[in-house]
């Protein structure tokens, strides 16, 4: 399983991005997908993430000016990110749970991560 995450790029503050993440290869079924992010020195940290049946969640930091959707039909996520902070810069990363059989439990799989760079 291939995650190929697209879209990051050096945005000014108050800006936008839409981040864009396809999921490919053996997959019998994907039960959510989302975006995680990591800033310098700090640890990997939830942004946001969406199941099969359209239920989100997202990270305090960023409800009201990010928001995640998911294309079922095309195993994809995406991240539109508005009002973009410093403090968002950050490799963000795709994940989704992915079970390649019917009889294989749920995995995570990861992208290589997009780099976000907010700044004047």
């Known amino acids: 399983v291939q995650l190929q995450a697209s879209g990051g790029g050096l945005v000014q503050p108050g800006g936008s991005l839409r981040l864009s993440c396809a999921a490919s290869?053996?997959?019998?079924?994907?039960?959510?997908m989302g975006w995680y992010r990591q800033a310098p020195e700090k640890q990997r940290e939830l942004v946001a993430t969406?199941?099969?049946?359209?239920?989100?969640n997202y990270a305090d930091s960023v409800k009201g000016r990010f928001t995640i959707s998911g294309d079922n039909a095309k195993n994809m996520v995406y991240l539109q990110m508005n009002s973009l902070e410093p403090e968002d810069t950050a490799v963000y990363y795709c994940?989704?749970?992915?079970?390649?059989?019917?009889?294989?439990?749920?995995?995570?799989?990861w992208g290589k991560g997009t780099q976000v760079t907010v700044s004047s």
């Open positions: 969406v199941t099969r049946g359209d239920s989100t």
């Open positions: 290869g053996n997959i019998f079924s994907i039960r959510s």
């Open positions: 994940n989704a749970e992915v079970r390649r059989s019917a009889i294989m439990n749920y995995m995570d799989y």
